[in-house]
T-cell receptor
C-alpha cells in the first residue's frame, strides 16, 4: 500500500519568515495530494490540494509543489503569522486505493 | 449543510465496557471514513464505506472493533470490550468521490478508557 513520509516533525519560524514542509510517497499511481491543517483540539481541515497533472499550485500565502518523478511534494507558507501555528498533515491517494494515506504531521510554531 | 456530525464529543468509559461512536456524513457524500488519531501513530484509517458498503476494513485493529453503516446518513463504530489502549480521538470523514476530492472531517470523539 501507500506510504507517506513527512518532514520535519516540528518546525519553528519567526513571524514573517517562510516555512517549508516536505513529504514523499511510495505509490507511483497516487494522483491526489491534499494538505490539512489541524489546530489544537480541532478537526483537520483542507488548506490546499494538488493533482498529479499539475506541478505547482498557489493560494495567497500558501503554495504546494509536486515532483512526480521524485515522488515528493512540499507545502510552502510565506509571510507566516501566529495563526499559522498548527499541525500540518500531507496525504496521498491513488486511484486504485481511493482512500487517503496521511503523513505523520508537522507541528509548526510561528514565534511572534 | 452542518458538516459531518459526530457524537459524543467526549466519552469516558471503564475498561471492558462497550463504546459506540456515531457519525452523520454530509448529505450526498457517498464515501465515509473512520480514522483514529493518537500521538504515537498519527492519523490511521480504520475502515471506509462506499454507498453504505464496507470497502476496506484492513485498518481495524482487532475483532473488538466493528463498524456499520445502515443507511446513507448514519454510521457507527463500536468497540467491545474497550481497553485503555483504545484511548484516542476518533474522526469520521466523508467525501463525494474518494481519493480525488476533499475529505470533510467531523469534530471527532475523544475517547478515554480508564
Amino acid at each position: 500500500g501507500e506510504n507517506v513520509e513527512q518532514h520535519p516533525s516540528t518546525l519553528s519560524v519567526q513571524e514573517g519568515d517562510s516555512a517549508v514542509i516536505k513529504c514523499t510517497y511510495s505509490d507511483s499511481a497516487s494522483n491526489y495530494f491534499p494538505w490539512y491543517k489541524q489546530e489544537l483540539g480541532k478537526r483537520p481541515q483542507l488548506i490546499i490540494d494538488i493533482r498529479s497533472n499539475v506541478g505547482e499550485k498557489k493560494d495567497q500565502r500558501i503554495a504546494v509543489t509536486l515532483n512526480k518523478t521524485a515522488k515528493h511534494f512540499s507545502l510552502h507558507i510565506t509571510e507566516t503569522q501566529p495563526e499559522d501555528s498548527a499541525v500540518y498533515f500531507c496525504a496521498a491517494s491513488s486511484g486504485s486505493a481511493r482512500q487517503l494515506t496521511f503523513g505523520s504531521g508537522t507541528q509548526l510554531t510561528v514565534l511572534p | 449543510d452542518a458538516g459531518v456530525i459526530q457524537s459524543p464529543r467526549h466519552e469516558v468509559t471503564e475498561m471492558g465496557q462497550e463504546v459506540t461512536l456515531r457519525c452523520k456524513p454530509i448529505s450526498g457524500h457517498d464515501y465515509l471514513f473512520w480514522y483514529r488519531q493518537t500521538m504515537m501513530r498519527g492519523l490511521e484509517l480504520l475502515i471506509y464505506f462506499n454507498n453504505n458498503v464496507p470497502i476496506d476494513d484492513s485498518g481495524m485493529p482487532e475483532d473488538r472493533f466493528s463498524a456499520k453503516m445502515p443507511n446513507a446518513s448514519f454510521s457507527t463504530l463500536k468497540i467491545q470490550p474497550s481497553e485503555p489502549r483504545d484511548s484516542a480521538v476518533y474522526f469520521c470523514a466523508s467525501s463525494f468521490v474518494a481519493g480525488n476530492t476533499e475529505a470533510f472531517f467531523g469534530q471527532g470523539t475523544r475517547l478515554t478508557v480508564v
